[in-house]
């Protein structure tokens, strides 16, 4: 299993951003696909994830409303858009995924740095 994130860089605050994880090895059917990140000196934490089946999405109350998380079945991508971007959004950001019956990821992917700004 592989999760290749891609896509982050250095923006300023209200810039937008999109981020792409291109997942193999598996089919991904009955999984949750998402994203994590971890800022300096903080824990881990969710940002936004994805049933792959039914597509339903979960996101952190931070995000809510700037951020969706698009997939694209065909390509096995799950990508996370980030608009109205904050100097607080500033993290190295995981690609995640686990079995839908599982409570914690399974798999993770190597992290992309997104730094905004002020």
């Known amino acids: 299993v592989q999760l290749q994130a891609f896509g982050g860089g250095l923006v300023q605050a209200g810039d937008s951003l999109r981020l792409s994880c291109a997942a193999s090895g598996r089919t991904w059917t009955n999984h949750v696909m998402g994203w994590f990140r971890q800022a300096p000196g903080k824990e881990r934490e969710f940002v936004a994830d994805i049933t792959w089946n039914l597509g339903s999405r979960n996101y952190a109350d931070s995000v809510k409303g700037r951020f969706t998380i698009p997939r694209d079945n065909a390509k096995n991508t799950v990508d996370l858009q980030m608009n109205t971007l904050k100097p607080e959004d500033t993290a190295v950001y995981y690609c995640?995924?686990?079995?839908?019956?599982?409570?914690?990821?399974?798999?993770w992917g190597q992290g992309t740095l997104v730094t905004v700004s002020s």
């Open positions: 995640a995924a686990r079995r839908s019956a599982s409570r914690n990821v399974n798999w």
